[in-house]
């Protein structure tokens, strides 16, 4: 069973286009949730992340938006570009040893 | 600035083989995480490691064991592999238990 729920699972949007993930968890120890964009056979690179005490958090064309009340954060690409084209992927951590949990991923691809 | 290696990036073994994998954090990370991720799927948490000592164990087959040693890199060791042992292994790294986790660039397995 998957702990964080991400969606969709595929998305396709147009160059200079926003492109929203989503995701979901049910764990309320989880207090640090980073996304992490990955590349085909490259390492996941952390993109940006949040911790409960805000509600939002930008660095340049990511924006991360969290409800805590909802337990749902989403990840905002502003002005999306080819290049952005990559599988992303929400975590969560929380709690003693701070393993990250995944969400199942999404292939993002942005059309020129 | 200086990522996190690891060694081999590619390796090929037979069944019932053993396996090493081998990382070197990024300079002054004490933490280290090991995930394993099979085609198409989310990164899953086999093992972590601070301060040289075993932290939190995620679904680490008992067939693999790993250690941390004194300069605090990491090697997971792998026996009696099985076909479905293929997968990319990462590391990560973090400075701090609680810290940003940097992944590594993989090494592909492939068990044949």
């Known amino acids: 069973q998957q702990q964080v729920k991400q969606s969709p699972q595929s998305l396709i949007v147009q160059k200079g286009g926003i492109s929203i993930i989503n995701c979901a968890y049910e764990?309320?120890?989880?207090?640090?949730f980073p996304w992490y964009q990955q590349f085909p056979g490259k390492g996941p690179a952390l993109l940006i992340a949040?911790?409960?005490?805000?509600s939002e958090k930008k660095e340049g064309r990511f924006t991360i938006s969290f409800n805590k009340s909802a337990k749902q954060f989403s990840l905002h690409i502003m002005d999306s570009q080819p290049g952005d084209s990559a599988t992303y992927f929400c975590a969560a951590s929380g709690g003693y040893g701070n393993k990250l949990v995944f969400g199942a991923g999404t292939i993002l691809r942005v059309k020129s | 600035a200086a990522g996190v290696i690891q060694s081999p990036r590619h390796l090929i073994k037979e069944k019932r083989e053993t396996a090493t994998l081998k990382c070197y954090p990024i300079p002054r990370h004490d933490t280290v995480y090991w995930y394993q991720q099979g085609p198409g799927q989310d990164p899953q948490f086999l093992i972590s490691?601070?301060?040289?000592?075993?932290?939190d164990k995620g679904s680490i087959p008992d067939r693999f064991s790993a250690q941390q040693f004194s300069d605090y890199h990491s090697e997971l060791n792998m026996s009696s592999l099985e076909l479905g042992d293929s997968a990319l292994y990462f590391c990560?790294?973090?400075?701090?238990?609680?810290?940003?986790?940097?992944f590594g660039p993989g090494t592909r397995l492939t068990v044949t």
């Open positions: 990560a790294s973090s400075q701090g238990i609680l810290d940003e986790q940097y």
């Open positions: 949040i911790r409960p005490d805000v």
């Open positions: 764990n309320t120890a989880f207090d640090y």
């Open positions: 490691f601070y301060e040289k000592m075993q932290s």
